[in-house]
């Protein structure tokens, strides 16, 4: 069983469910990553919880670093990693 914490809010009307994870996810091939993103996602669906799963995490320079729909990317560009980690609120629990 793997633990995350998660930040589950609403920004412009649109569910987020902000997956804190580890910086190796930038490191994976885009496929790799995708198929990480709709584990979290099912995982989530079936913890009921509504939105968009966006991972984040820091780079090796502190920088935040996002998989989101390009929609949701404005967003992410103008938030900083510790905002999002200030808003979390619940613990994600997938395996």
């Known amino acids: 069983m793997e633990r995350f914490q ?3 809010i ?3 009307g649109v569910n987020l ?3 804190f994870v580890n ?3 930038g490191y994976r091939t885009p496929d790799e990553q995708q198929q990480v993103v709709a584990s979290l996602q099912a995982c989530a669906s079936a913890a009921g919880l509504a939105g968009n ?10 920088r935040l670093n996002f998989i989101a729909p390009p929609n949701q990317h404005p967003y992410f560009k103008s938030a900083t990693f510790d905002y999002l980690y200030a ?5 994600l629990t997938c395996g």
């Open 23 to 25: 910086s190796s996810l």
């Open 6 to 8: 998660i930040a589950h």
């Open 53 to 62: 799963v966006v991972p984040v995490w820091r780079d090796a320079s502190g």
């Open 17 to 19: 469910i902000v997956v």
């Open 10 to 12: 609403l920004v412009q």
């Open 87 to 91: 808003n979390i609120n619940k613990t």
